[in-house]
């Protein structure tokens, strides 16, 4: 019972949270390439431990402000500090992520300019971008 509300909960915010699908996507990519480049295991499970507490920082930020505009639907300073302060976690998670990411993974793109044989830094990193682009994009809204 207590996995299915988790599942229910995790498939709620990627379904209605753009900057959750968006970590998704940069976590599954970078893990990925980690993993291509051969990370040794303790730098792979920094990198791991890092993708979680973002996305569990993203999580939390989407409880908070669910019950911040539940409890308190109309604007109130102090419920926007609430949600504010619930996006700053967030955000500083997120900028936790991209150092650790950046030391364990850039000094490896810079040693190989090419992905895969043909692929070039250049073009996997486009692709990446155009990623989450594409998980972040608002969709328009469905008809009944």
């Given at each position: 019972?207590?996995?299915?509300?988790?599942l229910?909960?995790?498939r709620?915010?990627?379904?209605?949270?753009?900057?959750f699908?968006a970590?998704?996507v940069?976590?599954?990519?970078?893990?990925?390439f980690?993993?291509w480049?051969r990370?040794?295991?303790?730098?792979?499970?920094v990198l791991?431990?890092?993708?979680?507490?973002?996305?569990?920082?993203?999580?939390?930020?989407?409880?908070?402000?669910?019950l911040?505009?539940?409890?308190?639907?109309?604007?109130?300073p102090?419920a926007?500090?609430?949600?504010d302060?619930?996006?700053?976690?967030?955000?500083?998670a997120?900028?936790?992520?991209?150092?650790?990411?950046?030391?364990?993974?850039?000094p490896?793109?810079?040693?190989?300019?090419t992905?895969?044989?043909?692929?070039p830094?250049?073009?996997?990193v486009l692709?990446?971008?155009l990623l989450v682009?594409?998980?972040?994009?608002?969709?328009a809204p469905s008809?009944p």
């Amino acid at each position: 019972m207590a996995v299915a509300c988790a599942l229910r909960g995790l498939r709620h915010a990627a379904r209605t949270q753009r900057h959750f699908r968006a970590q998704l996507v940069i976590a599954a990519c970078a893990l990925l390439f980690a993993a291509w480049a051969r990370v040794p295991p303790v730098e792979l499970a920094v990198l791991t431990v890092t993708a979680a507490v973002v996305l569990g920082a993203e999580l939390l930020n989407t409880a908070v402000e669910t019950l911040t505009d539940l409890i308190h639907p109309d604007y109130s300073p102090a419920a926007a500090a609430v949600k504010d302060v619930a996006a700053g976690a967030a955000l500083g998670a997120a900028v936790l992520a991209l150092a650790v990411g950046l030391l364990v993974l850039l000094p490896r793109m810079i040693r190989s300019p090419t992905i895969a044989p043909g692929v070039p830094v250049g073009l996997a990193v486009l692709c990446l971008v155009l990623l989450v682009i594409g998980a972040t994009r608002r969709r328009a809204p469905s008809r009944p």
